[in-house]
T-cell receptor, first 112, second 113 residues
């Protein structure tokens, strides 16, 4: 158990809908990252937050947004969902930046 | 551009043998590297990391070697066990880039009994 908690574990939703994925980092970790893992793209970095502020951005679609709250948990919002958004979404956390990141078990999103 | 690539998509080894998983990176500004293990249905699990001011780091049964001259990283697993079967990813972090870890495509390690 990495100490990073993601909910829900599984999510099935229809195209056009909006979902929110939640992540609780390890105790004491200030930084949270979101990754998308699909079969044809591997692990793709989406976005990173550090102590509530956006720190780095990857190839995150405009339909996707995220935030980190004062209690350091983070949410990833996915809207206007498309079939191609079906993937595993992982959250990771680290103590600071440029240190080892520990991953949660992921949320498997299926868009039908 | 930024890319992290793995030489072999699948590696099969006999139980008890040593495994070597290789990774090439192209960004000379990368200064921090991590190896992750991912078992089916689970999140990537941290194995070992190394910074660019080192060329070797050892953990329990694992060793990471970094050759900055040729931009090459390897993970050595000693006495490979069935529980080591998984996909292994190398990831690089560019200096000053926050922690935007860029992952390679992964190598499937299969341990044969």
């Amino acid at each position: 158990d990495s100490g990073v908690t993601q909910t829900p574990k599984h999510l099935i939703t229809a195209t056009g809908q909006r979902v929110t994925l939640r992540c609780s980092p390890r105790s004491g970790d200030l930084s949270v990252y979101w990754y998308q893992q699909s079969l044809d793209q591997g692990l793709q970095f989406l976005i990173q937050y550090y102590n509530g502020e956006e720190r780095a951005k990857g190839n995150i679609l405009e339909r996707f947004s995220a935030q980190q709250f004062p209690d350091l948990h983070s949410e990833l919002n996915l809207s206007s969902l498309e079939l191609g958004d079906s993937a595993l979404y992982f959250c990771a956390s680290s103590r600071t930046v440029n240190t080892e990141a520990f991953f949660g078990q992921g949320t498997r999103l299926t868009v039908v | 551009g930024e890319s992290v690539g793995l030489h072999l998509p699948t590696l099969s080894v006999q139980e008890g043998d040593n495994s070597i998983i290789n990774c090439a990176y192209s960004n000379s500004a990368s200064d921090y590297f991590i190896w992750y293990k991912q078992e089916s249905g689970k999140g990537p699990q941290f194995i070992i990391d190394i910074r660019s001011n080192m060329d070797k780091r050892q953990g329990q049964r694992v060793t990471v070697l970094l050759n900055k001259t040729v931009k090459h990283l390897s993970l050595q697993i000693a006495a490979t066990q069935p529980g080591d079967s998984a996909v292994y990813f190398c990831a690089e972090n560019r200096k000053g880039g926050g922690n935007k870890l860029t992952f390679g495509t992964g190598t499937q390690l299969k341990v044969e009994l």
